[in-house]
């Protein structure tokens, strides 16, 4: 039976895979990619079927794919393998460039007695001889070591979408911290390599890195961070510092004396907003005292943003200090306040 693709059931479907994963995103993009990551799918789909478009049809304003099953790669399907959508290219078109011939893995459920491709587009990949031998093992549902192996084999494909795939994938595997050395290792060589040219693979390796290598994800994060023009990867950064890795090893990973006064300056800025006495606090008061007039304003600010009594400060520091609170403070509680009415 047709299934009609649209805009809600792409959305739901998402957010019924992204509750059960649990991970660090600070995108929605990341949260939709990384619940409907081939890893992902595989794990979670009851139907997996490798299959050929044997029929297009469009009437009306709506596209109907028929598609024949060669190979039934988990499950049966006991309904007609139909697909309906609107004919317009909308947000959440999964079927448009389809053509009769065409050979595609789907990721699939039924229900009510009709047939549902899980994770809207992303659940429809086109074949191709790795993605099929990657289907196939994770399929079969390797143990946590071998998971483990075979994602990290993955991240170095030349197949953008498995690769990418595998850098969202990795950091939701169980065990992860059992990673062997050597796949360590090239964890470690990916992160560098996304520094360099950072691109949508980095968010992933880096949250995989805190759960094997949080001394060295703090390094990156800390080398995203102290550099402005990474600005996009900021929030990613200082997620990591502030809460995915332990105190100590946010500040033992930087070496504040060779930071320069913009360094310093974004020292301080890191711990604007985090209440807790351990994140930062001696340092904090050491940059209270910084030769720098900008960073001893954002350093007692940062204490004062917390409630801590920032002890004796020069008048003129106090004012600009609490010019930058009230300014984050605004920021923080703008979007939450009543609009007037008219």
């Known amino acids: ?8 059931f792409a959305t739901i479907a998402v957010s019924a895979l992204t509750a059960s994963i649990v991970f660090v995103t600070s995108s929605p993009i990341h949260a939709q990619k990384q619940a409907t990551t081939v890893f992902a799918l595989a794990k979670r789909t009851p139907l997996v079927l490798h299959v050929r478009v044997t029929d297009r049809r469009e009437s ?20 007609a393998l139909e697909l309906e959508e609107l004919g317009a290219h909308h947000c959440g078109a999964a079927c448009h460039g389809l053509e009769v011939g065409s050979r595609l893995i789907l990721f699939a459920a039924e229900r009510d007695g009709q047939f549902h491709v899980r994770g809207g587009s992303r659940g429809l990949l086109h074949e191709s001889d790795e993605r099929l031998a990657l289907v196939r093992k994770l399929v079969a549902e390797p143990a946590p070591a071998a998971l483990i192996r075979l994602v990290t084999d993955a991240l170095d494909s030349e ?3 498995i690769a990418e795939d595998a850098a969202l994938a990795l ?22 390599t996304e520094l360099r040219a950072p691109s949508t693979r980095l968010f992933g390796l880096l949250t995989a890195s805190t759960r094997v ?108 200090a609490d010019a930058i609170v009230e300014r984050e403070r605004g920021t923080r509680y703008r979007a939450i306040r009543q609009k007037p009415r008219r």
């Open 159 to 161: 197949d953008s979408r």
């Open 213 to 320: 290598s949080p001394k060295f994800a703090a390094r990156a994060a800390w080398s995203l961070w102290l550099e402005p023009q990474r600005e996009s990867w900021h929030s990613v950064a200082k997620c990591i510092l502030i809460e995915e890795v332990p105190v100590q090893v946010t500040t033992e990973s930087v070496d504040f004396t060779s930071l320069d006064v913009a360094g310093r300056r974004r020292t301080a800025v890191l711990f604007q907003g985090v209440r807790s006495e351990a994140h930062g606090g001696p340092l904090l008061r050491r940059l209270a005292s910084d030769i720098d007039a900008g960073v001893r304003a954002e350093a007692v600010a940062a204490l004062l943003l917390r409630g801590t009594d920032p002890g004796a400060v020069a008048p003129d520091t106090r004012r600009a």
């Open 171 to 192: 950091p939701t595997l169980p065990e992860l911290e059992r990673m062997k050395d050597d796949d360590r290792v090239r964890l470690e060589r990916a992160v560098e």
């Open 1 to 8: 039976m047709a299934f009609l693709i649209h805009n809600a």
């Open 60 to 79: 009306g304003g709506t596209l109907r794919i028929s598609f024949t099953t060669l190979e039934a790669l988990r499950g049966t399907p006991s309904v």
